[in-house]
């Protein structure tokens, strides 16, 4: 069963910077390999919905996109020889405080979930 841990949260002030990380590990031999899956970020603020942050395309292609909030200051990346995935957060904002979650998604039927990790941007 595949499944990813994220990592990496935490308290930071504004401005600062956080790395969070997304290990993905039980892809079984045969079967879709971490290469095949786009990754996603996601995040949850109290009260709110579920926002995509940044999406990293499959296939080692590289493209990536965005959500208009965290443009500029949000970069997602992956290695796929490792099976790990990454957001880089910088000139974090209050308004970043949420929990994120990592999601790889092949299609409908094969698309799974971190557990989140919080991210807390106060002074």
């Known amino acids: 069963q595949v499944q990813l841990v994220e990592s990496g949260g935490g308290l930071v002030q504004p401005g600062g910077s956080l790395r969070l990380s997304c290990a993905a590990s039980?892809?079984?031999?045969?079967?879709?390999?971490?290469?095949?899956?786009?990754v996603n970020w996601y995040r949850q603020a109290p009260e709110k919905d579920r926002e995509l942050v940044a999406t990293?395309?499959?296939?080692?292609?590289?493209?990536?996109n965005y959500a208009d909030s965290v443009k500029g200051r949000f970069t997602i990346s992956r290695v796929n020889d490792k099976n790990m995935a990454y957001l880089q957060m910088n000139g974090l904002k209050p308004e970043d405080t949420a929990v994120y979650y990592c999601?790889?998604?092949?299609?409908?039927?094969?698309?799974?979930w971190g557990q989140g990790t919080q991210v807390t941007v106060s002074s």
């Open positions: 990293i395309a499959s296939y080692g292609s590289g493209r990536t």
């Open positions: 999601n790889i998604l092949l299609n409908i039927k094969h698309t799974y």
């Open positions: 039980g892809f079984a031999f045969g079967t879709n390999t971490f290469n095949e899956y786009t």
